[in-house]
């Protein structure tokens, strides 16, 4: 049993083991880093429909308002028809008119309702969403290990994301050393191949095949 290659594929595990940390690490640092710009960008595309958008609302609300006017005048042209009437028949009929003036006045007002809704949702929205924008560069600047924000939040967003991938692919190479050295010495060890373990299951097999359970090499290996 060779110690010093024990203790060489050991280091080599807990080398490997901090590098799955931090390549997680990165992962979720890069993931951070995409929300935030697909929130800046969503945000932008708000801001930027506005104005057509806030035509089209308003646009919603004077329609809203004309019909409402409408159905109100015919609601008391029928009234007035309804007071006219000289028949049982022609005052049933007149009733059944207003009754559906006033249903008309409610699906009415219900329209301008939901148009009002809608133009008071897209002035918060005008005073909210620079605010998120200011919100959304404070998260960034205090994501560790990433570039001071400065200018555009979505060219920040890219220089991080491109950086946070550079860093993923040095972890990645040099985890593959590790790999490839720790199946080397597992397999000389054991005198078989080892190779597509971790180097935490390549130094499993190695410690289950030479280490007795209280920790010592055992000797009729």
């Known amino acids: 049993m060779d110690d010093r290659a024990l203790t060489e594929l050991r280091g080599l595990a807990a080398r490997d083991a901090e590098l799955a940390d931090r390549r997680a690490e990165i992962g979720r640092r890069d993931a951070e ?8 960008e969503e945000i ?22 004309a019909e409402l006017d409408r159905r109100r005048d015919e609601l008391a042209h029928a009234e007035r028809v ?21 249903d008309h006045i409610a699906v009415a007002q219900a329209r301008l309702d939901r148009a009002e809704a809608a133009l008071v949702e897209l002035e918060r929205e005008t ?23 400065a200018g555009a939040l979505v060219e920040w967003a890219s220089r991080a994301h491109a950086e946070a991938f550079v860093a993923a692919g040095q972890v990645d190479t ?30 499993a097999r190695v ?3 030479w280490v007795s359970p209280p920790g010592q090499v055992s000797e009729s290996r």
Do not use: F, K, W
């Open 44 to 65: 932008e595309a708000a801001l930027a429909a506005q104005p057509a958008e806030r035509r089209s609302r308003e646009a919603e609300v004077d329609e809203a308002r």
């Open 82 to 102: 309804l007071e006219e009437a000289q028949t049982d028949d022609e005052r049933e009929r007149e009733r059944r008119a207003v009754d559906r003036a006033l």
């Open 127 to 149: 005073v909210d969403l620079p605010h998120e924008l200011e919100e959304l560069e404070e998260r960034a600047r205090r994501l560790p290990g990433t570039p001071e924000p």
């Open 207 to 209: 410690e289950a095949y």
């Open 33 to 40: 880093i995409a929300a935030i710009r697909r929130r800046v």
């Open 174 to 203: 040099e985890r593959e050393r590790i790999i490839r050295e720790a199946n080397e010495l597992a397999s000389m060890l054991l005198g078989e191949p080892t190779y597509g373990s971790t180097p935490a299951q390549a130094l």
